[in-house]
């Protein structure tokens, strides 16, 4: 952190020995503003997850964080600072588990290390998995150590996945986690290049299949944080997480887009949500996606019931804005069960 606080573009030849150990350069190259931009989108995270912990929000969106592959000295994949980490870390504060997961095309692989020898933190994450596909890692058989084996659960996919065989294994896998582990939050990293037509991508998933998701686990009903994450057709990306928002605060919009400064990005038809279409062979067979559902079925086996947390000494909260000290402490001597939170209650849904 202290060298991403001083490194500026430009100084490259200066500090090459720094970069390499911190594997910028690439794919994580230096820009003015970097360290700013890093406070911003994981300042974010850490705040949906105070809010959470408050109880001021039962749903926080940050769709700038979800930058999953940062490890802990290490930046990866257009990822400086992992901000999901450090918002799991601020929940595990008030809650004894925490589930995460992951619906990017890439393995959450910086938060699966974070928290692969810990039962505090369950990690899941769907991704595409083979062909020497970045980051490489998330293979089925990767399920956690020590105190965390079982903790970890990858769903290993190939290519061209389509809403219907993506949701028949993300649906009974997620509702056997949430039955058997019982979280008392959920962090959901949403990222957009799982859809169809991205650049990087290799998944068929429509608009409403990704939403579905996401509209799935806001029914369990458990304070959720919700973030972004990759993303390289910017137009599809912007549709996503636009129509995601809606979904989370319970809003229906209409399918034609309003006219706004970057219409000419949707044209020609201008609408939110486009009909899908199979541009890759879907490669997940009936059988294949059997045989890896009843192989993380089985793996879940080992944790028959949620683990107990042994009481220790909780760090303080981070920072807490003057409005939540506020509501936290009353306001015009109201009565606790009376209070006005104002506008930062409104819908219970906070967009750090």
């Known amino acids: 952190m202290d060298f991403l606080r001083r490194a500026a573009p430009g100084s490259e030849a200066e500090c090459l020995e720094q970069l390499q150990q911190f594997n910028l350069g690439d794919d994580c190259p230096l820009f003015d503003g970097l360290y700013r931009f890093c406070q911003l989108y994981a300042g974010g995270s850490i705040e949906g997850a105070v809010r959470l912990n408050q109880g001021l929000s039962d749903v926080a969106i940050n769709w700038s964080g979800g930058l999953h592959h940062a490890k802990k000295s290490e930046a990866s994949g257009f990822c400086y600072v992992n901000d999901l980490v450090l918002a799991i870390l601020e929940l595990l504060k008030h809650h004894a588990r925490v589930v995460y997961i992951d619906i990017d095309i890439h393995h959450g692989d910086g938060v699966e290390e974070a928290f692969y020898l810990t039962d505090r933190c369950m990690t899941v994450s769907f991704h595409k998995y083979g062909d020497h596909f970045f980051p490489g890692t ?119 887009l309003p006219d706004n400064a970057y219409y000419e990005y949707f044209g020609p038809r201008h609408l939110l949500k486009l009909p899908p279409s199979q541009t890759i062979e879907n490669m997940n067979g009936k059988q294949y996606v059997e045989t890896v559902k009843r192989e993380v079925m089985e793996n879940l086996r080992s944790i028959e019931h949620a683990p107990g947390v042994q009481m220790h000494h909780v760090p303080p909260d981070a920072h807490l804005p003057e409005w939540a000290q506020w509501a936290e402490e009353g306001a015009d001597g109201e009565e606790e069960g009376d209070r006005n939170l104002g506008e930062y209650a409104g819908g219970r849904v906070g967009l750090a």
């Open 138 to 256: 998330g293979d089925l058989k990767d399920v956690g150590e020590r105190f965390g084996k079982g903790y970890s659960v990858n769903v290993p996919l190939r290519d061209g996945i389509d809403d219907v065989t993506f949701l028949s294994i993300f649906k009974p896998v997620m509702r056997r986690i949430m039955e058997v582990y019982r979280p008392g939050a959920i962090v959901l990293q949403c990222g957009a290049d799982s859809l169809a037509h991205d650049r990087l991508g290799c998944f068929c998933l429509s608009l409403e299949g990704h939403a579905e998701c996401v509209r799935f686990m806001k029914g369990f009903g458990v304070p959720m944080l919700v973030t972004g994450g990759g993303g390289y057709t910017k137009h599809n990306v912007a549709r996503c997480w636009a129509y995601e928002t809606a979904v989370l605060v319970d809003k229906e919009v209409p399918n034609q």
